[in-house]
């Protein structure tokens, strides 16, 4: 029987400067939020991260940071502990790279649910030429790409969806900024895995809306459960009855 419960979850975390007051928010409530919310769910929680950063050369120090999954949560708070922002050049960020990353280089479980929430506030580069390609809008550079017409990791919207839903991966997304080109991005990235996308505007409202993100999808596992329960006790009742007929 596969089980319902095994839940894989993947921070994707822009690590920029502007980034400063999410992090610090994340280290001191998001995991032991998290953990109480695991522990009322009867769910079998692994958390991995990537933190992404730009492409050189608007940023040197690194284009993403890829830390396991593990089920020990402490593990991963040391993680998130030593998370610092810093970095980034032009407004645009190593966004697909770091989706990417996420989906590929973890060790997902054979049947777990999987998850990449994605939390940042700048768009990825030359989203403004892939949405004018696919809408036939005007033309939305954003003012600062230092690569309007394509991100230099060769990643788009459409290979970094496809590449989650080969891996089956639903998509979050958390986008604190009000840069319409950020929030759109965002929001296709989420949306065309079958996930959802928020706007927020300062670091508490994140974390808040991550915890309403995971309860509701906790909450749809252990309705899966009973479900499989349900039907797994019907499996098992005297057909003599039946046969009967």
């Known amino acids: 029987m596969k089980p319902l419960n095994h839940v894989d979850l993947c921070f994707v975390i822009d690590t920029t400067a502007s980034m400063s007051s999410f992090i610090h928010s994340a280290q001191q409530q998001l995991l032991n939020t998290i953990k109480l919310l695991s522990a009322d769910s009867n769910i079998d929680l692994q958390i991995g991260l990537v933190e992404y950063r730009d492409h050189p050369p608007q940023d040197h120090s690194f284009v993403t940071r890829v830390y396991p999954l ?19 050049g032009d407004g645009p960020e190593a966004v ?9 280089k973890m060790k997902w479980r054979q049947h777990s649910c999987r998850f990449i929430l994605l939390v940042g506030d700048a768009p990825p580069h030359g989203f403004g030429t892939w949405l004018r390609e696919m809408t036939l809008e005007a033309p939305k550079y954003h003012s600062g790409d230092a690569w309007p017409d394509a991100c230099p990791s060769g990643l788009n919207v459409q290979s970094v ?12 997304g958390l986008c604190m900024s009000g840069d319409m080109l950020a929030q759109r991005a965002f929001n296709a990235i989420a949306q065309i895995t079958g996930g959802q996308c928020v706007a927020v505007s300062n ?3 994140v974390i808040d809306k991550i915890v309403a993100v995971l ?9 899966d459960q009973k479900v499989l329960e349900t039907v797994q006790q019907i499996g098992h009742l005297d057909t003599s009855y039946t046969a009967e007929i």
């Open 161 to 172: 969806t496809a590449t989650a839903e080969n891996h089956r991966v639903i998509i979050h």
């Open 203 to 205: 670091a508490k409202d």
């Open 70 to 88: 593990t089920g020990k949560l402490q593990q991963m708070q040391q993680v998130i502990n030593q998370l610092r922002a810093d970095g980034g």
């Open 215 to 223: 309860q509701n999808e906790f909450s749809n596992l252990e309705f």
């Open 96 to 104: 697909y790279s770091g989706v990417y990353d996420a989906c590929t």
